[in-house]
């Protein structure tokens, strides 16, 4: 009897997560805690009461009043909490992502995801402290991917229970409470409204999702500890209000697209490979074939190969060495040709990853899907080249273009594995479990 049961969990679709699952929770066992900003949160209601403690973070700090005060509350019960809910929130977001886009063939795929979940660089969440940066960064990108599978189901027409429509109201009202996270949103619900209005079908929970959505921007935009905490932070960047609004953009840009381009980058190594197999598998012609093979060749050449081989072509080598605290283009080399080679490698390789991804899926929704997650993506990261703490948060604040990576990626192994190519598949999925496994082990090495 235990041996069928056995049999059935390991044969059914969902097994990848259980083994997500497994894996996760034995990493938070052994996460050092404590640390960053968590020890701050952990006495931060020892001597006043939450609302007070909300008030004075509201007018001195920040507007993430619902996301603090889950913060505030996980870090006053044992750490062992925290270790079984993150666990469950990252089972929460893989389980999300397969809804979000997987029909059929779930157990290959699912595979994918799980091995896409664990090659994300994990290290990021302690940026801040594990509980700080998970809640306001984890939790809300899973939260949020979870409304727009709810979204998606609406504009579909498909049966959504009782307990979805509360749930994604509450997943809402808490992703929204995020910035990068509220914008996105906004974007999504925008788009949802419009076409609901096109075809004549208006639908409560969009109007609902919009509404909330606005008026979380609303309260983000008019929060005084959003404006307090502002001019608190330009120590980390001393020249932040003399620059221009251009310079604000490049900096937002070109710091962006070096993370996943001139940096190794194991999950953009791993998404650009599939976008380069899927146009080489749809099309014959050289021209498209060409443009994928662009990021891929750029991601390997200046991300991974030249820091190996800096001495044999130093020149090139500077591409990588550009930036800085004022991004690539500054006072000191504007004027100077080269100086703008890197910003029109990083630019142009982004560009042809659009165009690959748009003409994988075609003229089609699930092509504008697509391309429009992976910009939401990178837009919620260019936003921060508007914050003076632009490289003092660190790389947690990539989490959201990660977010965009993994869901292109899933959208494009989806589609390989429809075309029947069962050969490339395995091999895929094999080389990819195989990069999960050493980039879990060498997270464990450095913890």
Not at 12 to 35: E, K, Q, R, W
Not at 265 to 292: E, M, P, Q, T
Not at 354 to 382: D, H, K, P, W
């Amino acid at each position: 009897m235990i041996r069928i049961k056995a049999k059935k969990i390991y044969q059914s679709d969902y097994f990848p997560f259980f083994v997500l699952t497994v894996g996760m929770l034995a990493i938070h066992m052994v996460l050092p805690m404590n640390t960053g900003d968590d020890t701050f949160f952990s006495v931060a209601l020892d001597e006043r009461s939450l609302p007070a403690y909300l008030h004075d973070r509201y007018f001195n700090w920040t507007s993430r009043m619902i996301i603090e005060t889950i913060l505030v509350s996980i870090l006053h019960f044992p750490l062992i909490v925290w270790r079984i809910i993150d666990t469950a929130i990252i089972l929460f977001f893989g389980v999300s992502i397969s809804n979000l886009i997987v029909h059929e063939n779930k157990r290959v795929d699912n595979w994918f995801i799980t091995f896409l979940l664990f090659s994300y660089p994990f290290l990021d969440m302690d940026t801040a402290g594990w509980v700080a940066t998970t809640t306001n960064t984890l939790w809300v990108l899973a939260f949020g991917v979870y409304v727009i599978l709810i979204v998606k189901k609406v504009l579909l027409q498909q049966i959504i229970r009782k307990y979805e429509y509360i749930f994604s109201i509450v997943a809402l009202i808490y992703a929204a409470n995020q910035e990068q996270m509220c914008v996105v949103l906004l974007a999504v619900f925008l788009f949802s409204f419009f076409y609901i209005i096109k075809i004549k079908r208006p639908n409560g929970l969009i109007f609902g999702g919009l509404a909330i959505c606005l008026a979380s921007l609303i309260f983000i935009l008019t929060c005084p500890g959003n404006e307090a905490r502002k001019h608190s932070e330009v120590k980390w960047f001393q020249d932040f209000d003399h620059i221009s609004v251009i310079d604000k953009l490049e900096i937002g840009v070109s710091s962006t697209l070096a993370h996943y381009l001139l940096e190794p980058n194991l999950l953009f190594v791993i998404f650009s490979i599939l976008l380069c197999a899927a146009v080489h598998i749809k099309y014959a012609d050289r021209l498209y074939r060409f443009y994928s093979d662009i990021p891929i060749a750029v991601t390997l050449f200046f991300g991974v190969w030249l820091k190996f081989a800096s001495d044999l072509f130093p020149g090139l080598s500077l591409v990588n060495s550009q930036m800085t605290e004022h991004g690539l283009i500054t006072l000191d080399n504007f004027t100077k040709l080269k100086s703008y080679v890197s910003i029109f490698i990083l630019c142009t390789s982004f560009c042809l990853v659009l165009i690959s991804l748009y003409l994988v899926f075609e003229n089609s929704l699930q092509g504008i899907c697509a391309v429009g997650t992976m910009l939401l993506g990178f837009l919620s990261r260019v936003i921060m080249g508007f914050s003076p703490t632009v490289w003092a948060s660190s790389t947690r604040t990539y989490i959201y273009m990660y977010g965009a990576i993994i869901i292109c990626s899933t959208m494009l192994f989806y589609n390989i594995v429809e075309n029947g190519h069962s050969k490339l598949v395995n091999k895929f999925v094999t080389c990819t479990g195989f990069a999960a496994a050493i980039s879990t082990l060498n997270m464990l090495m450095i913890l």
